[in-house]
């Protein structure tokens, strides 16, 4: 077992000990190391201007995926090659993408340009050719108040000047791979009150929770960071699973879609394409490209939010939740989970291992409703998902979820029963509404009033009826994907 | 020839390395203190006591101030000098200042401000404009302006409508939140570090608040991670806060705000509601218009007045109204100070003559571009504004002409309304809208500025002006106009940071002036020392052989090379030249001024003609709403400006790009959300919408009109850091548009912004009625 943290930074090995561990990326950055092209603003990944490329090495490879360092805590870190906008240039030569941000004003006041270059590195490196389509979703993360970004998007579209080189040319991955991946023990930090521990299996993993049920996973950190920041949430001991083999796998079992515990939700985006196109629209506009690298499904059920975008599919689907502890496996139907506000059906040395999706069939129609204030990355005012087989004029196995109308995501089962078994009219929509508004109890918030998400509830099920069963192909809104 | 060329912006590269400095990044100085405050947690209320024992006895907490500790004048300001640095016992909005702490680290701080006890009797808040108005709570006074009569042609006129159109705030959200940091010097000298857009009023504050003279501060910014307008007056809170601590305790104290800190603190863009009563004929010709404007000015003047003259200046846009009434009121509120942003006022003014448009076009059934055209300032004729100054170098009409055709709108437009009567599911909105901006500070007097200029012995030269740089490229630019009028590369000029030390009593970089009054200045310090340079030259590239006379007007210094134009063969380098005249001993530096010649204002009548000239430009804006969830997209926008002769067209492009996009935000997703008890609840940027990438829309067409005719500004150009916000105004009418569009004739009200709530909600009463 290891008492410190082993990574590289920018084609560097570091060692990180004691209290620094529970520090966040981007303040370790600028703090203690005096690296300050890694700007923080808004402290809670919503910004980009903190992001960073996180390597992870793999058989001799390595992956980088851009995340937001400002709600990364610097433990997370532990056996991966961190490349900050430090790390990207050549000598005095910039690279291709530093080079074409300067050419295309890419820049302005350049206080978010480090976070942009950084994402848009990740950006070519994994696409040999990028379209304007490509730009902006591999951007959505990283705001800009200065460009209006579309000198941004012209920059992303002429990458090719520049020392030209990827990151493995910058840094030879064998070696940093190498290095890495023979630190595979566990790792324990201590530091006055404060616990991190990193179990390399999962029965240990198992153990230190039934040893410290006061335990916070940190996985993802999406919250927790911004918890962290923001409302100084300082737990005493903490966990994370990135040590674990298997947690992180996806496939799909017997029409059953199984999600690892640890599965980032940009590998369930990756695999959904194509397999489960509702699931997939709803992670598109799930958080940013650097939020889907660092947070997972478990992570989103787990955080118990009432506008979680995963929860409202996965309750219509009658998911299923796998909870090991040392006392044994058991199930969990995800409609039984929520016991109230931030109140779950699980133990404190319970983790969530894997989360069990039955897929609808494919004759089933399957609508996921976001809505926001901005369509982008923002946080959901009001989420839904209907789920019902159509068929003969009638509909049939009829569920609705709501998020964002109470304290936890409902099922609807008085609108539900209204409307199964019955032919789909305006009218019995128009009736479903008002009786969906009398199972929901929503209030005024930041994010809307009372009387939006009223007016939402009735309005969401006129939408699945004009745009899935009165209208045709051309009535599919645009405006909201 | 630089000026007019694309060279990219003389900070890029470090941007794009991280290697820029800001505040911030500056490296922590031994002894250095961490800084912030205890603010109200109150509107509106006033201290019985305050007890600071537990936070002083905090491991780490260096010392606590007061507003009893300040030596010299707590109260500051702008306009008036209304506003305290620290509450003195009253307290007026959530988030004002009233302990200062120092510590040796940001975690004592935190600790320390939470361990302040405050006994506060809580007082009736006012937060809303009717509130006040009921109040009678002002801030200065109502002013007019007013041609013709009014009333008589609203009375004879065919049609009238009135209303209330609503505007919102909208924070600056530059990315870099207010930092500082104060250096104690000797003999009671501090240099302070701002992130501000108003040095020498960081100067002026700061002396005036730690009872020294000005000649005993200097303020240094090297650049901003964004302004605004936000870093126009509220940089100088944090700056005087962390140099009163400099000034108490002998250290160097750093000030950084949090995102969340500073958007609960600092002031926003000014919520407007205005009343509206306009007459008009059968063609759509506005006869009369009566337009009552109230701002939320917050809880202390800021810049409230200045903005409500601009806002007043704007009213009636590109449209010339003979019969007018305009009259504008700032009202004090217990909210932040409201401040400065971009647009300053324009937009606010702007957008309510545009939802005026929409609706005697909506009440007459006719498109509203046909009003725009009609209604739109003369060239020749029609052509004066309701305050007495002239439209000259008015090219809206072209521009118009233009738009109209290359955007396709008449085609939009039809098959807009013809797909809102087909489908049930989405709505669409065309509108084209114009702006008339005026440049130069209303204020005449702050229409000024100084420039250093310092060649060195090898030919290079340094910069210094009084702007400020935070993005928009002021220094690029001047930097091209030195190297054309020094005649050296551009690669020879360096543009220094901004300092009081250098440049004194500068001008706020803003009302979109910085390159036009800076440049100026900079073109005048390069005109005197290219005068001596010529005299040397001449004598140096002489011909004894040649019988002319030695003629400094037929030396030419061009690109870094110095020749007689009758000799051309002759050469030398400037450096030489430069050297040379050093030898000589010729004075190698230079000041120069400028003042933004013709412009006057009565700040009483409200009459003159404050701007030197009007930057203009419209903009088409087609926009899809879900019927469902009001949620809006823009689909195509063609902005088309006139921008003079562009000293640098891809800075220019990115300040056109830069402004529509924020403008956009103000007009759909920034809305600023408070509790009952008028604590901010949109803070940072998870709960406070700027537009995203995703946001651009998907056609994005922007141009600009030749015209090199502008030649009473600062090589032919004009300015183009705000205009291009208020084309935005296009997006919100679209919306507005589409919704009248299937509400039977009727006018259907819109608050500004339409965030998806407002569309929602008003296609609800439409669907109802």
Request: charge should be negative; charged fraction near 25%.
């Given at each position: 077992?290891?008492?410190?943290?082993?990574?590289?930074?920018?084609?560097?090995?570091?060692?990180?000990?004691?209290?620094?561990?529970?520090?966040?990326?981007?303040?370790?950055?600028?703090?203690?190391?005096?690296?300050?092209?890694?700007?923080?603003?808004?402290?809670?990944?919503?910004?980009?201007?903190?992001?960073?490329?996180?390597?992870?090495?793999?058989?001799?490879?390595?992956?980088?995926?851009?995340?937001?360092?400002?709600?990364?805590?610097?433990?997370?870190?532990?056996?991966?090659?961190?490349?900050?906008?430090?790390?990207?240039?050549?000598?005095?030569?910039?690279?291709?993408?530093?080079?074409?941000?300067?050419?295309?004003?890419?820049?302005?006041?350049?206080?978010?340009?480090?976070?942009?270059?950084?994402?848009?590195?990740?950006?070519?490196?994994?696409?040999?050719?990028?379209?304007?389509?490509?730009?902006?979703?591999?951007?959505?993360?990283?705001?800009?108040?200065?460009?209006?970004?579309?000198?941004?998007?012209?920059?992303?579209?002429?990458?090719?000047?520049?020392?030209?080189?990827?990151?493995?040319?910058?840094?030879?991955?064998?070696?940093?791979?190498?290095?890495?991946?023979?630190?595979?023990?566990?790792?324990?930090?201590?530091?006055?009150?404060?616990?991190?521990?990193?179990?390399?299996?999962?029965?240990?993993?198992?153990?230190?929770?039934?040893?410290?049920?006061?335990?916070?996973?940190?996985?993802?950190?999406?919250?927790?960071?911004?918890?962290?920041?923001?409302?100084?949430?300082?737990?005493?001991?903490?966990?994370?699973?990135?040590?674990?083999?298997?947690?992180?796998?996806?496939?799909?079992?017997?029409?059953?879609?199984?999600?690892?515990?640890?599965?980032?939700?940009?590998?369930?985006?990756?695999?959904?394409?194509?397999?489960?196109?509702?699931?997939?629209?709803?992670?598109?506009?799930?958080?940013?490209?650097?939020?889907?690298?660092?947070?997972?499904?478990?992570?989103?059920?787990?955080?118990?939010?009432?506008?979680?975008?995963?929860?409202?599919?996965?309750?219509?689907?009658?998911?299923?939740?796998?909870?090991?502890?040392?006392?044994?496996?058991?199930?969990?139907?995800?409609?039984?989970?929520?016991?109230?506000?931030?109140?779950?059906?699980?133990?404190?040395?319970?983790?969530?291992?894997?989360?069990?999706?039955?897929?609808?069939?494919?004759?089933?129609?399957?609508?996921?409703?976001?809505?926001?204030?901005?369509?982008?990355?923002?946080?959901?005012?009001?989420?839904?998902?209907?789920?019902?087989?159509?068929?003969?004029?009638?509909?049939?196995?009829?569920?609705?979820?709501?998020?964002?109308?109470?304290?936890?995501?409902?099922?609807?089962?008085?609108?539900?029963?209204?409307?199964?078994?019955?032919?789909?009219?305006?009218?019995?929509?128009?009736?479903?509404?008002?009786?969906?508004?009398?199972?929901?109890?929503?209030?005024?918030?930041?994010?809307?009033?009372?009387?939006?998400?009223?007016?939402?509830?009735?309005?969401?099920?006129?939408?699945?009826?004009?745009?899935?069963?009165?209208?045709?192909?051309?009535?599919?809104?645009?405006?909201?994907? | 020839?630089?000026?007019?060329?694309?060279?990219?912006?003389?900070?890029?590269?470090?941007?794009?390395?991280?290697?820029?400095?800001?505040?911030?990044?500056?490296?922590?100085?031994?002894?250095?203190?961490?800084?912030?405050?205890?603010?109200?947690?109150?509107?509106?209320?006033?201290?019985?006591?305050?007890?600071?024992?537990?936070?002083?006895?905090?491991?780490?907490?260096?010392?606590?101030?007061?507003?009893?500790?300040?030596?010299?004048?707590?109260?500051?300001?702008?306009?008036?000098?209304?506003?305290?640095?620290?509450?003195?016992?009253?307290?007026?909005?959530?988030?004002?200042?009233?302990?200062?702490?120092?510590?040796?680290?940001?975690?004592?701080?935190?600790?320390?401000?939470?361990?302040?006890?405050?006994?506060?009797?809580?007082?009736?808040?006012?937060?809303?404009?009717?509130?006040?108005?009921?109040?009678?709570?002002?801030?200065?006074?109502?002013?007019?302006i007013n041609r013709g009569d009014d009333?008589a042609a609203i009375?004879a006129a065919?049609?009238?409508?009135?209303?209330?159109?609503?505007?919102?705030?909208?924070?600056?959200?530059?990315?870099?939140?207010?930092?500082?940091?104060?250096?104690?010097?000797?003999?009671?000298?501090?240099?302070?570090?701002?992130?501000?857009?108003?040095?020498?009023?960081?100067?002026?504050?700061?002396?005036?608040?730690?009872?020294?003279?000005?000649?005993?501060?200097?303020?240094?910014?090297?650049?901003?991670?964004?302004?605004?307008?936000?870093?126009?007056?509220?940089?100088?809170?944090?700056?005087?806060?962390?140099?009163?601590?400099?000034?108490?305790?002998?250290?160097?104290?750093?000030?950084?705000?949090?995102?969340?800190?500073?958007?609960?603190?600092?002031?926003?863009?000014?919520?407007?509601?205005?009343?509206?009563?306009v007459g008009f004929d059968d063609a759509g010709r506005i006869l009369g218009m009566?337009?009552?404007?109230?701002?939320?000015?917050?809880?202390?003047?800021?810049?409230?007045?200045?903005?409500?003259?601009?806002?007043?200046c704007h009213a009636e846009n590109a449209y010339y109204i003979h019969d007018i009434a305009i009259?504008?009121?700032?009202?004090?509120?217990?909210?932040?100070?409201?401040?400065?942003?971009?647009?300053?006022?324009?937009?606010?003014?702007?957008?309510?003559m545009?939802?005026?448009v929409?609706?005697i076009?909506?009440?007459?059934?006719?498109?509203?571009f046909e009003l725009r055209r009609l209604n739109c300032y003369g060239i020749d004729d029609r052509n004066t504004t309701p305050y007495g100054a002239v439209v000259e170098n008015n090219t809206i009409p072209r521009i118009f002409d233009e738009?109209v055709?290359?955007?396709?709108?008449?085609?939009?437009?039809?098959?807009?309304?013809?797909?809102?009567?087909?489908?049930?599911?989405?709505?669409?909105?065309?509108?084209?809208?114009p702006v008339k901006f005026g440049?130069?500070?209303?204020?005449?007097?702050?229409?000024?500025?100084?420039?250093?200029?310092?060649?060195?012995?090898?030919?290079?030269?340094?910069?210094?002006?009084?702007?400020?740089?935070?993005?928009?490229?002021?220094?690029?630019?001047?930097?091209?106009?030195?190297?054309?009028?020094?005649?050296?590369?551009?690669?020879?000029?360096?543009?220094?940071?901004?300092?009081?030390?250098?440049?004194?009593?500068?001008?706020?970089?803003?009302?979109?002036?910085?390159?036009?009054?800076?440049?100026?200045?900079?073109?005048?310090?390069?005109?005197?020392?290219?005068?001596?340079?010529?005299?040397?030259?001449?004598?140096?590239?002489?011909?004894?052989?040649?019988?002319?006379?030695?003629?400094?007007?037929?030396?030419?210094?061009?690109?870094?090379?110095?020749?007689?134009?009758?000799?051309?063969?002759?050469?030398?380098?400037?450096?030489?030249?430069?050297?040379?005249?050093?030898?000589?001993?010729?004075?190698?530096?230079?000041?120069?001024?400028?003042?933004?010649?013709l412009?006057?204002?009565?700040?009483?009548?409200?009459a003159g003609r404050p701007f030197l000239y009007y930057t203009m430009g419209a903009?088409?804006?087609?926009?899809?709403?879900?019927?469902?969830?009001?949620?809006?997209?823009?689909?195509?926008?063609?902005?088309?400006?006139d921008?003079?002769?562009?000293?640098?067209?891809?800075?220019?492009?990115?300040?056109?790009?830069?402004?529509?996009?924020?403008?956009?935000?103000?007009?759909?997703?920034?809305?600023?959300?408070?509790?009952?008890?008028?604590?901010?609840?949109?803070?940072?940027?998870?709960?406070?919408?700027?537009?995203?990438?995703?946001?651009?829309?998907?056609?994005?067409?922007?141009?600009?009109i030749?015209n090199?005719t502008n030649?009473i500004?600062?090589?032919?150009?004009?300015?183009?850091?705000?205009?291009?916000?208020?084309?935005?105004?296009?997006?919100?009418?679209?919306?507005?548009?589409?919704?009248?569009?299937?509400?039977?004739?009727?006018?259907?009200?819109?608050?500004?912004?339409?965030?998806?709530?407002?569309?929602?909600?008003?296609?609800?009463?439409?669907?109802?009625?």
């Open positions: 077992m290891r008492d410190h943290l082993e990574l590289y930074l920018n084609g560097r090995e570091v060692r990180v000990a004691g209290a620094d561990a529970f520090r966040t990326v981007a303040s370790w950055l600028r703090e203690v190391r005096g690296e300050t092209g890694t700007k923080t603003v808004c402290e809670e990944g919503d910004c980009g201007a903190c992001t960073v490329l996180v390597g992870a090495p793999r058989g001799g490879a390595i992956d980088y995926v851009p995340v937001n360092s400002c709600i990364q805590l610097l433990f997370q870190l532990d056996g991966k090659h961190v490349v900050t906008v430090e790390g990207l240039r050549l000598g005095d030569e910039l690279s291709a993408v530093q080079r074409s941000m300067v050419d295309h004003h890419g820049a302005q006041c350049g206080y978010c340009t480090p976070g942009f270059v950084v994402a848009m590195t990740a950006l070519r490196e994994s696409n040999a050719t990028v379209s304007g389509r490509d730009a902006r979703e591999a951007l959505t993360g990283n705001l800009c108040r200065c460009t209006g970004y579309d000198p941004i998007i012209e920059a992303a579209l002429d990458m090719t000047g520049g020392h030209g080189k990827s990151l493995d040319e910058l840094y030879a991955p064998a070696p940093i791979a190498e290095a890495l991946e023979a630190a595979s023990d566990s790792v324990r930090i201590d530091s006055g009150s404060r616990t991190f521990f990193a179990p390399a299996s999962h029965h240990d993993a198992l153990e230190f929770l039934a040893a410290h049920p006061e335990t916070v996973i940190v996985q993802g950190a999406t919250d927790f960071g911004v918890q962290s920041n923001k409302r100084s949430l300082r737990p005493d001991v903490m966990m994370t699973l990135s040590r674990l083999d298997g947690l992180d796998a996806i496939s799909i079992e017997g029409g059953t879609l199984v999600v690892g515990g640890r599965a980032t939700l940009t590998s369930l985006e990756r695999f959904s394409e194509g397999r489960v196109p509702s699931l997939h629209a709803i992670l598109r506009l799930f958080g940013s490209p650097q939020i889907r690298n660092a947070g997972t499904l478990a992570g989103n059920i787990a955080n118990a939010s009432p506008i979680a975008d995963t929860v409202p599919f996965l309750f219509v689907c009658e998911a299923e939740l796998e909870l090991e502890s040392v006392r044994g496996r058991r199930v969990v139907g995800i409609n039984h989970f929520y016991k109230g506000y931030k109140k779950l059906d699980k133990a404190p040395d319970e983790l969530i291992t894997r989360v069990r999706v039955p897929l609808p069939a494919a004759a089933e129609t399957v609508r996921l409703y976001k809505v926001s204030k901005r369509r982008d990355l923002d946080i959901s005012t009001f989420t839904a998902a209907i789920r019902m087989t159509i068929g003969g004029g009638r509909m049939s196995g009829v569920k609705i979820a709501y998020g964002g109308v109470a304290p936890v995501v409902l099922r609807l089962p008085k609108t539900e029963a209204l409307l199964d078994g019955r032919e789909a009219t305006e009218g019995l929509f128009r009736e479903a509404g008002e009786v969906a508004c009398s199972e929901i109890a929503p209030i005024d918030d930041v994010r809307g009033s009372k009387e939006f998400r009223l007016l939402l509830a009735r309005n969401v099920l006129m939408k699945f009826f004009h745009e899935e069963i009165a209208g045709g192909p051309t009535a599919r809104s645009g405006g909201a994907r | 020839m630089f000026v007019g060329r694309n060279v990219p912006h003389d900070s890029a590269r470090g941007h794009v390395t991280g290697d820029s400095i800001y505040v911030d990044d500056m490296p922590r100085l031994a002894n250095e203190l961490q800084v912030g405050f205890f603010w109200s947690p109150v509107a509106h209320g006033r201290i019985r006591s305050l007890d600071l024992a537990a936070a002083r006895a905090i491991p780490g907490v260096v010392a606590l101030f007061t507003h009893d500790d300040i030596d010299g004048e707590n109260r500051f300001g702008p306009i008036f000098a209304d506003e305290p640095l620290l509450a003195p016992g009253e307290l007026s909005y959530i988030g004002q200042p009233i302990v200062v702490i120092a510590a040796e680290s940001r975690e004592a701080f935190e600790k320390a401000r939470r361990a302040i006890v405050a006994d506060i009797e809580t007082l009736a808040p006012i937060f809303t404009i009717d509130d006040a108005i009921a109040a009678k709570a002002f801030i200065g006074a109502r002013k007019t009333a009375a065919p049609h009238t409508i009135e209303g209330v159109f609503h505007s919102g705030g909208q924070d600056q959200f530059y990315l870099e939140s207010q930092a500082a940091i104060a250096i104690p010097g000797e003999n009671g000298t501090i240099t302070v570090h701002s992130s501000t857009q108003n040095p020498s009023e960081v100067q002026d504050v700061i002396a005036h608040v730690l009872g020294v003279s000005q000649s005993q501060v200097v303020v240094v910014t090297r650049r901003m991670g964004g302004g605004f307008g936000g870093k126009e007056c509220q940089a100088t809170h944090p700056a005087a806060i962390a140099s009163l601590v400099a000034q108490k305790t002998k250290r160097p104290a750093r000030i950084a705000y949090t995102k969340d800190e500073d958007m609960v603190v600092t002031g926003h863009r000014h919520p407007f509601q205005n009343r509206y009563r009566e337009v009552d404007f109230y701002s939320d000015g917050g809880a202390f003047a800021d810049l409230s007045t200045a903005i409500m003259a601009r806002a007043m009259s504008g009121t700032v009202c004090r509120t217990n909210s932040t100070p409201n401040t400065a942003m971009r647009g300053f006022g324009g937009p606010q003014g702007v957008a309510t545009e939802n005026i929409e609706e076009a909506v009440k007459l059934g006719r498109d509203p738009l055709t290359t955007s396709d709108y008449a085609r939009r437009r039809d098959e807009a309304l013809r797909f809102n009567r087909e489908s049930k599911t989405r709505l669409r909105g065309i509108a084209l809208t440049i130069s500070f209303n204020t005449t007097f702050l229409n000024q500025a100084n420039a250093l200029v310092n060649i060195y012995r090898d030919g290079t030269v340094q910069v210094s002006t009084g702007a400020t740089e935070m993005g928009q490229g002021v220094n690029t630019k001047i930097a091209q106009m030195v190297a054309d009028e020094l005649g050296v590369e551009l690669s020879a000029v360096r543009m220094m940071v901004t300092s009081t030390e250098k440049n004194n009593n500068t001008s706020a970089t803003a009302a979109s002036t910085g390159s036009d009054i800076n440049g100026g200045a900079a073109i005048d310090a390069c005109r005197k020392l290219r005068a001596r340079l010529a005299d040397c030259a001449m004598t140096l590239l002489a011909d004894p052989g040649d019988p002319r006379a030695q003629s400094a007007a037929s030396i030419v210094i061009r690109d870094g090379v110095v020749f007689d134009a009758r000799r051309p063969e002759k050469t030398m380098t400037f450096a030489d030249l430069v050297h040379a005249a050093h030898r000589q001993r010729v004075s190698l530096g230079e000041r120069g001024f400028y003042a933004t010649p412009i006057h204002w009565d700040v009483e009548k409200f903009a088409v804006s087609e926009v899809e709403i879900d019927r469902f969830t009001g949620m809006m997209r823009l689909m195509r926008a063609d902005l088309l400006m921008i003079g002769s562009s000293i640098n067209p891809g800075i220019d492009r990115g300040q056109i790009t830069g402004a529509f996009v924020q403008g956009m935000g103000w007009c759909t997703t920034e809305e600023l959300r408070y509790t009952a008890e008028g604590e901010l609840l949109t803070h940072s940027p998870t709960t406070y919408k700027i537009p995203n990438i995703q946001d651009l829309p998907e056609v994005f067409n922007v141009a600009w030749e090199d030649t500004n600062t090589k032919g150009s004009k300015a183009v850091g705000e205009p291009p916000l208020l084309l935005a105004i296009s997006v919100w009418a679209a919306v507005k548009q589409a919704l009248m569009s299937v509400a039977g004739g009727r006018v259907v009200p819109l608050k500004l912004p339409a965030t998806n709530e407002e569309i929602a909600t008003r296609i609800a009463t439409i669907v109802d009625a």
